[in-house]
């Protein structure tokens, strides 16, 4: 269910704020981009660039956020503190665990969008 991964206040005021059509765009236009977002920083971690990583996840932790998907952005925002140089070798894995909170969050904010 939506409301374990989506927290139903922050969406549902995104949706009174903007409307829920819109919010729907919104979504859409979110879920075609996680997965550049995520292929960036995984080529960021292949390059080693630690500033290119950071503005990855926190790109990923703010899109995430206004839809009130805290598990996505909580990760994020980890990957964005923490850091290429501090995540060393666990990385790769942290980003596959963020990949799945980014497919969760999106298989719940399409339910939202189309209910």
Known sequence: MAAN???????TELQAA?????????VETFLEEVPVMLETLRT????GDANGFRR???SL?????TFGAVALGAQARELELTGLEQLGAGAAAAIDRLQQSCEQAAVDLRELCHE
Do not use: P, Q, W, Y
């Open 5 to 11: 991964t989506i927290d139903m206040k922050v969406f």
């Open 18 to 26: 903007a409307g829920a059509d819109f919010v729907k765009e919104l």
């Open 44 to 47: 960021a971690l292949a390059a």
């Open 56 to 58: 990855s996840a926190h």
């Open 61 to 65: 932790k703010t899109n995430g956020l």
